[in-house]
């Protein structure tokens, strides 16, 4: 049997007595299910330019190229599963009474897993939408074949994803604002805390008084800010968490 996980005594009391519980992931919680992230040694922007690939422009000036980018990754997503780390989040999720999962990940694998509600601050990459008229096609049949696919109405279809430079949702932004500024407990975990406004979702739960505990294999910009860092993989740590909480529930 795996030693017990060493957390504080803090987040062990916030793990029992805490209701109100706040999820916030990137792209490290799906590293371990082979979908690689975007910064660090193998990470994607180190490898393409975000610029040439996941902007408006981009997609205008070599719609082909973006659209087959998108395609290379959502095969990528298609053929890996989720992980444990996405797994015990479905079990966070039974065992907090108020419970929200937002997530930078377009993969979807957290929902693959069986989370619900999850909010989505950059899209999903299998849902498409027409440049021109802004139809949705999550069901591509419904085009006319291409590279990309074309809209009935002419427009070529793009990936619903959020690129540089476009607004979030703000559906799913004013959740994630509303819910981490109301919580007692938040975990940042598998995101370099980089890019805004999710990075600043972290340390806006501090402000209004959640205790916050990020989970990476290296400490971010945020780390000194938050109240406990646990550092690790995601697939390793939540587990563990996953079976404190477990011992918790079956002592209630
Ligand atoms: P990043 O690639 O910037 O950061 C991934 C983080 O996960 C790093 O801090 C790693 O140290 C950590 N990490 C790697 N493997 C891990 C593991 N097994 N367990 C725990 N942590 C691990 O990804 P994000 O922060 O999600 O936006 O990036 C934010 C946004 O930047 C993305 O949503 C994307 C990108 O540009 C858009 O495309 C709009």
Redesign the pocket.
């Known amino acids: 049997m795996e030693d017990e996980l060493e957390v504080s005594q803090a987040l062990r009391t916030e793990l029992k007595s805490t209701a109100r519980v706040v999820v916030l ?5 799906s ?2 299910s082979g979908v690689p ?4 040694e193998d ?1 994607l ?1 180190n490898k393409f330019k ?1 610029e040439e690939l ?1 902007t408006v422009d981009a997609f205008m000036s070599n719609p082909e190229l973006v659209w087959e980018w998108y395609e290379f990754r959502r095969n990528i997503i298609e053929r890996i599963k989720p992980n444990p ?1 996405h797994y015990t989040l479905v079990e966070f999720q039974k065992y907090f009474e108020d419970f929200t999962l937002i997530t ?3 993969d979807g694998l957290h929902q693959r897993a069986g989370s619900t509600g999850v909010v989505e ?2 899209g999903n990459i299998n849902a498409n939408k027409c440049v021109d008229c802004g139809k949705r096609y999550d069901d591509l049949s419904q085009a006319k074949p291409g590279i990309p696919p074309k809209c009935l109405c002419g427009g070529n279809i793009r990936p619903d ?4 430079g476009e607004m979030l949702p703000s559906r799913a932004t004013n959740k994630a604002f509303e819910r981490s500024s109301n919580c007692d407990l938040f975990f940042s ?7 805004h406004p ?1 990075a600043s979702l972290p340390l806006m739960a501090k402000k209004n008084k959640a205790y916050v505990v990020e ?4 400490p ?1 910009g945020i780390s000194d800010f938050i109240d406990e860092l646990l550092l ?4 390793e740590i939540l587990p563990r968490l996953g079976q404190m909480i477990e011992k918790k529930a079956n002592s209630r």
């Not at 992931?25 to 919680?29: F, L, P, R």
């Not at 992230?37 to 660090?40: A, E, Q």
């Not at 975990?189 to 890019?195: D, N, P």
């Open positions: 992931t990137g792209a490290g919680i590293a371990e992230t975007f910064r660090g990470g922007w975000p996941a780390a930078q990940n377009v601050l950059h994803v959020v690129w540089f975990i598998g995101t370099s805390a980089i890019v999710a989970i990476n294999t290296s971010t690790g993989k995601a697939g």
